[in-house]
């Protein structure tokens, strides 16, 4: 299927134009709330790690059931309803940074929810391509859908050194906490498009169960999900914690790293130019071999770097990230039975982000201890081992869509 083609399924272009209007608030709340958290009268590194840890231990918990939920009330609707909600929370949190002090207690309990609602929204929102385009098309439609997601990204990171910079973190924030609103209420008018299920009378655990045994039936999805619980706990740390403080010490702050961040969503957009293009014949093993790009990364922030070393191995990991998005979401569309798509992807999201909060938690207080060049070369061996160990399983290995059973 040609990309003119997806593009003329009925409601594929709303759903991309949503996407794009999310993330541009995507684009600039990591670095806003940052920075925003590092300036109040109580911030501290430790305070961001402990906000941002929060955020994905509650989503972690919420996410197994959001799977269930978004599969049994209709994927769409819980999309739209969550974003919705979410921004909504989030307003609260505005309302804080613009009085210039934020109770500890305020970053948690929003953030908090934010996580809550994210472990619903994530597993639902994954669900949806399957029902906007066909199957032929959706390596492409998962391309274009990472296109629109990280042009917002670029923007919005591009954006977010100059907002926080010339108006602060508040309306930065703002700015997040409105997109999720207008997104949630396009996607809400594509709910028919993934009704609820139909006279499904399981419970709520029998569901969860039956989603969990579809998961572990494919071996190289559960290996690759425990590889990225490591990879992606030593990512958050390396890059939510440790790569703001280092541009603080060394470089020129917000603006410094809000360059380093769009360098990483402009390798977004070349991902997902590559992803309609390059189709190999082992997804999983061409992926894993490409993710030693965050080591690169990684290694890059050790005795940092010049700003531009840093944003180049910024932006090629930028490119791994979006091939994973585009070829991994690809995978598990056609070879997962579609009623349960959105419960496994519920466990893919919870197993891979399992070990963050720990991550987000330990990295400042550790690299206080050890320092932030010895934790990140321990971060780097870690990464290099969760990358590699998985290459031994012939089921990553060899890994192809040609072995497709989806219904």
Same mark, same amino acid.
Not at 179 to 193: D, E, K, Q, R, Y
Not at 224 to 234: A, D, T
Not at 261 to 281: N, R
């Given at each position: 299927?040609?990309?003119?083609?997806?593009?003329?399924?009925?409601?594929?272009?709303?759903?991309?134009?949503?996407?794009?209007?999310?993330?541009?608030?995507?684009?600039?709340?990591?670095?806003?709330?940052?920075?925003?958290?590092?300036?109040?009268?109580?911030?501290?590194?430790? #305070? #961001?790690?402990?906000?941002?840890?929060?955020?994905?231990?509650?989503?972690?918990?919420? &996410?197994?059931?959001?799977?269930?939920?978004?599969?049994?009330?209709? =994927?769409?609707?819980?999309?739209? *309803?969550?974003?919705?909600?979410?921004?909504?929370?989030?307003?609260?949190?505005?309302?804080?940074?613009?009085?210039?002090?934020?109770?500890?207690? &305020?970053? #948690?309990?929003?953030? $908090?929810?934010? $996580?809550?609602?994210?472990?619903?929204?994530?597993?639902?929102?994954?669900?949806?391509?399957?029902?906007?385009?066909?199957?032929?098309?959706?390596?492409?439609?998962?391309?274009?859908?990472?296109?629109?997601?990280?042009?917002?990204?670029?923007?919005?990171?591009?954006? /977010?050194?100059?907002?926080?910079?010339?108006? $602060?973190?508040?309306?930065?924030?703002?700015?997040?906490?409105?997109?999720?609103?207008?997104?949630?209420?396009?996607?809400?008018?594509?709910?028919? #498009?993934?009704?609820?299920?139909?006279?499904?009378?399981?419970?709520?655990?029998?569901?969860?169960?039956?989603?969990? =045994?579809?998961?572990?039936?494919?071996? !190289?999805?559960?290996?690759?999900?425990?590889?990225?619980?490591?990879?992606?706990?030593? !990512?958050?740390?390396?890059?939510?914690?440790?790569?703001?403080?280092?541009?603080?010490?060394?470089?020129? $702050?917000?603006?410094?790293?809000?360059?380093?961040?769009?360098?990483?969503?402009?390798?977004?957009?070349?991902?997902?130019?590559?992803?309609?293009?390059?189709?190999?014949?082992?997804?999983?093993?061409?992926?894993?071999?490409?993710?030693?790009?965050?080591?690169?990364?990684?290694?890059?922030?050790?005795?940092?770097?010049?700003?531009?070393? &840093?944003?180049?191995?910024?932006?090629?990991?930028?490119?791994?990230?979006?091939?994973?998005?585009?070829?991994?979401?690809?995978?598990?569309? =056609?070879?997962?039975? =579609?009623?349960?798509?959105?419960?496994?992807?519920?466990?893919? /999201?919870?197993?891979?982000?399992?070990?963050?909060?720990?991550?987000?938690?330990?990295?400042?207080?550790?690299?206080? *201890?050890?320092?932030?060049?010895?934790?990140?070369?321990?971060?780097?061996?870690?990464?290099?081992?969760?990358?590699?160990?998985?290459?031994?399983?012939?089921?990553?290995?060899?890994?192809?869509?040609?072995?497709?059973?989806?219904?």
């Amino acid at each position: 299927m040609e990309i003119s083609q997806v593009l003329a399924q009925p409601h594929a272009k709303k759903f991309f134009i949503a996407r794009f209007i999310s993330n541009y608030g995507n684009g600039m709340s990591p670095i806003a709330l940052a920075f925003g958290i590092l300036a109040l009268p109580n911030g501290s590194a430790n #305070l #961001l790690g402990l906000t941002l840890g929060v955020t994905s231990a509650m989503f972690i918990l919420m &996410v197994p059931f959001g799977g269930v939920i978004a599969d049994k009330y209709g =994927r769409a609707k819980m999309v739209g *309803l969550t974003d919705t909600l979410a921004g909504l929370i989030l307003f609260i949190q505005v309302f804080y940074f613009a009085t210039g002090d934020v109770p500890v207690a &305020v970053l #948690l309990i929003v953030n $908090g929810c934010y $996580g809550i609602l994210s472990g619903i929204f994530w597993p639902a929102f994954t669900g949806i391509m399957p029902s906007i385009v066909p199957e032929a098309g959706l390596q492409k439609a998962n391309a274009i859908n990472s296109l629109a997601a990280n042009a917002g990204l670029i923007l919005g990171a591009a954006s /977010a050194g100059i907002l926080i910079d010339t108006y $602060g973190a508040a309306i930065t924030l703002g700015i997040d906490a409105a997109s999720f609103v207008i997104a949630g209420i396009l996607v809400s008018t594509l709910s028919h #498009l993934t009704p609820p299920m139909a006279n499904n009378t399981n419970t709520m655990i029998k569901d969860f169960i039956d989603g969990w =045994r579809v998961f572990k039936s494919f071996n !190289w999805i559960v290996i690759v999900v425990v590889s990225f619980s490591f990879i992606v706990m030593c !990512w958050a740390a390396a890059e939510n914690v440790l790569g703001p403080l280092v541009a603080l010490e060394h470089f020129n $702050g917000a603006k410094s790293w809000s360059i380093v961040i769009t360098a990483e969503s402009a390798g977004l957009v070349v991902g997902a130019l590559l992803a309609m293009k390059i189709k190999p014949k082992y997804p999983i093993r061409f992926l894993q071999i490409s993710s030693f790009t965050l080591c690169f990364y990684m290694f890059s922030l050790a005795k940092p770097q010049s700003l531009l070393v &840093v944003s180049i191995c910024a932006f090629f990991f930028g490119i791994t990230l979006d091939l994973w998005g585009t070829l991994w979401y690809t995978a598990l569309h =056609r070879m997962v039975p =579609r009623d349960a798509l959105s419960r496994v992807s519920s466990f893919d /999201a919870m197993g891979a982000l399992v070990f963050k909060p720990i991550g987000l938690a330990i990295a400042a207080p550790i690299s206080l *201890l050890i320092g932030i060049d010895n934790l990140i070369y321990i971060l780097i061996v870690i990464s290099v081992l969760a990358i590699s160990l998985p290459l031994l399983s012939a089921d990553v290995r060899n890994m192809s869509y040609e072995d497709s059973s989806n219904n």
